[in-house]
Each structure stands twice: as C-alpha cells, then as structure tokens.
C-alpha cells in the first residue's frame, strides 16, 4: 500500500467520482475524510467502506458554496484524523445554459462550488501540509474543448483551475508539496450518465468510444497522491478515453 499512515480529505465524496476517489486512497492505506451536503446516508455508506478497510473514516456535511463549512471541512479533518496529507478537491456542479439564457444565480453557484471552494479549502489547508503533501483537483475535460455552447460558463470555471494549480504548485514547491489538476471526461455517474442525455452527442468525441468508470480516476488520483509521482507538480492529467485527443 502507496499511502500507509497518509490523512486525506475528499470533498464532495457521498457518491460518484468522489467516493470513488475515497475508497481508492483507503485501499493504499490512508484515513480519510469526505466532505457531503445533503446525501447522508450515501456518506455514510462511503465511510463504512472506508472503515471495512481497516483505516479511519468520518463524514462532514458542508456545502461547498459556504466558505465557513469549507473551511471548517479542513479543521474538522485534522482534529478527527489527527492531521493532514492529502486534499482532493473533487466537489463540483453543473449546470448548463447558453450566456444569453444562464441565470446570474447559475453563473454565482458554478464560480461558488467550482472555483472558489477548492481556492478556500486549499488556502485552510496549507498550514497542516507537510513534506511531501499533496493538492489535487478535479476539473474537467472541457476545459480544454467546449463542445457545445450550453456548458461555456461550467468550462470556464473548470479552466481556471488551470491557473491556480500552476501558480498553488510554484508557491509550495518549496515546502515540497506537489499540486496537480486531474481532468476526467465523461464518466459514468449520477450528474453525466452513460445512458443519459448528452451521451449520444458526447460518445462521438471518445477515441475508445465508450465512458470511463469511477475507478478510472480513482485510479489515476491514488497515483497522483502516492511517492510514485513526487515529481510531478503543477501538471494536468487528462483522463477522457481520448475525447480531446
């Protein structure tokens, strides 16, 4: 196990990616905390997973739009795990319109959740990672191709992320903390399902043709968190089965 005596926190992990994310860093061996806003009973089952893991498990209700429930997500963490190594900001929403319809309310809530908040957790965060600490973000293929006008402002968050996790990585480089994006495409969850409505227009952009699994990023976050990419920082991973190659 890559992330044995490792303290990670997973916002926005009741289900889908994020408690993907969660049981993939509890079966490398770290304890961890996820953060959820209304499904209680989802998060309930992710900690009971963790815990039948044989590692430490707590669930945290916060929205992700409060910056004071962000913020206190971070300190809750250290004090039931004793600590913090990892922080995956995976919380995010969706919501799509073309600008000459999206409400301002829609535009505040994306820039809220998907922007804002990983900044938020991110800047509480600091003071508790140590050497060899990690920051992981989840953005979103779109950020890079936009295929359609009604998710222009939901990409436009997803691409700023960009920017903060090249300048976050320059500033703790020297504390030897890594700070890297991770870029799923269409995944098969709950917000974009296989067999939903934008999958007939989605497919044709996949190389493989086909969604990706939970666990494919899962996956590639558990390395991202592990000693085996100590050297990689500032950088973006594009997990999409090719959709922008």
Known sequence: MTLTGKRALVTGASKGIGAAIAKALAAEGADV?????KSAQSAAEVVSAIKAKGRRAVAIQADSADVAAVQASIDKTVAELGGLDILVNNAGILRV?????????DIDALL?????APMIASKAALPHLAEGGRII?????????????????YAATKLALSAFTKALARELGPKDVTVNLLQPGSIDT????ANGPFAERLLPFMALGRYGATDDIANAVAFLASAKAQYITGSTMTVDGGANA
């Open 137 to 153: 973000t989840i953005g979103s293929c779109f950020a890079d191709r936009v295929p359609a006008p009604i998710v222009g402002v």
């Open 190 to 193: 709950d917000m974009n399902p």
């Open 112 to 116: 809220n959740v998907n922007v804002r």
């Open 97 to 105: 319109g073309e600008l000459k319809d999206i409400s301002v309310a």
């Open 33 to 37: 905390a996820i953060t959820y806003e």
